[in-house]
C-alpha cells in the first residue's frame, strides 16, 4: 500500500525568504505525485503534478518540485515567498489506477512580515 | 463554468443519527471522489463513482456508502454515526477514469456530538 509522509507538521518562513516543503512517499510502482493547496475554509487545489519525464515540475503561483526516484521524495520549493502563500500543503500519490490519492498529514506554512 | 459545489457547509448531528451529503460536479465532469479530513490530519480516500457506479473504495465500513445520478452529481450517506466520523467531508469531481486533475468543493463540515 501507498503511503506519504510530510516530516514537518508547520513551518514559519519571511516574506521573500526561500521556501523547501519536505514529501517523502511509499509506492511500489512509478509514482503519480501531487502537490495541493488549503486555504482556511477552503477546498484543495492543485498546485503542481509529476507523472513521467523531467524530474523537475512548474506549477502555478510560481511554485516548483523535484522528483527524485533514488530518494524517494518529491519535495516543493519556492524562491520568494509571499504572505498569501500562507496555508496548508498536501503532497499526495496516486493509486495504480484512477484518481484515488492517497495524502501526507500535511505541513502549515505561516510566513512572517 | 460552474465548479464543484457541496451542501450542507455545516451539519451538527447525534451519535447514531444519519446523514446526507451532497455534490455536484463540475461541469462535464463523469468521477467523483469522496474524502474525508478529520481536523488536523490529511484527506482520506471515501470511495469514487464513474457512471453511477462505485469503481473504487478506501478503507472505510460499509455505514458509509454513495450514489452518483445520471446527471453526475453524488450524494454521500453515512449511517449511524459515531463521534470520529466529525470532519471535513471533501468531494472532488474529474473528467474520466484515468488521472485528470481532481476539482475539489469547499466542503461540508460534519460534527457529531
Known amino acids: 500500500a501507498q503511503s506519504v509522509t510530510q516530516p514537518d507538521i508547520h513551518i514559519t518562513v519571511s516574506e521573500g525568504a526561500s521556501l523547501e516543503l519536505r514529501c517523502n512517499y511509499s509506492?511500489?510502482?512509478?509514482?503519480?505525485l501531487f502537490w495541493y493547496v488549503q486555504s482556511p475554509g477552503q477546498g484543495l487545489q492543485l498546485l503542481l503534478k509529476?507523472?513521467?519525464?523531467?524530474?523537475l515540475v512548474q506549477g502555478i503561483k510560481g511554485f516548483e518540485a523535484e522528483f527524485k526516484r533514488s530518494q524517494s521524495s518529491f519535495n516543493l520549493r519556492k524562491p520568494s515567498v509571499h504572505w498569501s502563500d500562507a496555508a496548508e500543503y498536501f503532497c499526495?500519490?496516486?493509486?495504480?489506477?484512477?484518481?484515488?490519492?492517497?495524502f501526507g498529514g500535511g505541513t502549515r506554512l505561516m510566513v512572517k512580515p | 463554468e460552474t465548479g464543484v459545489t457541496q451542501s450542507p457547509t455545516h451539519l451538527i448531528k447525534t451519535r447514531g443519527q444519519q446523514v446526507t451529503l451532497r455534490c455536484s460536479s463540475q461541469?462535464?465532469?463523469?468521477?467523483v471522489s469522496w474524502y474525508q479530513q478529520a481536523l488536523g490530519q490529511g484527506p482520506q480516500f471515501i470511495f469514487q463513482?464513474?457512471?453511477?457506479?462505485?469503481?473504487g473504495r478506501g478503507n472505510f465500513p460499509p455505514r458509509f456508502s454513495g450514489l452518483q445520478f445520471p446527471n453526475y452529481s453524488s450524494e454521500l450517506n453515512v449511517n449511524a454515526l459515531e463521534l470520529d466520523d466529525s470532519a471535513l467531508y471533501l468531494c472532488?469531481?474529474?473528467?474520466?477514469?484515468?488521472?485528470?486533475?481532481?476539482?475539489f468543493g469547499n466542503g461540508t463540515r460534519l460534527t457529531v456530538t
Open positions: 472532488a469531481s474529474s473528467l474520466g477514469q484515468g488521472y485528470s486533475p481532481l476539482h
Open positions: 509506492y511500489g510502482a512509478t509514482p503519480y
Open positions: 509529476y507523472f513521467s519525464g523531467d524530474t
Open positions: 499526495a500519490v496516486g493509486a495504480e489506477a484512477g484518481n484515488m490519492l492517497t
Open positions: 461541469s462535464g465532469h463523469n468521477t
Open positions: 463513482y464513474y457512471r453511477e457506479e462505485e469503481n
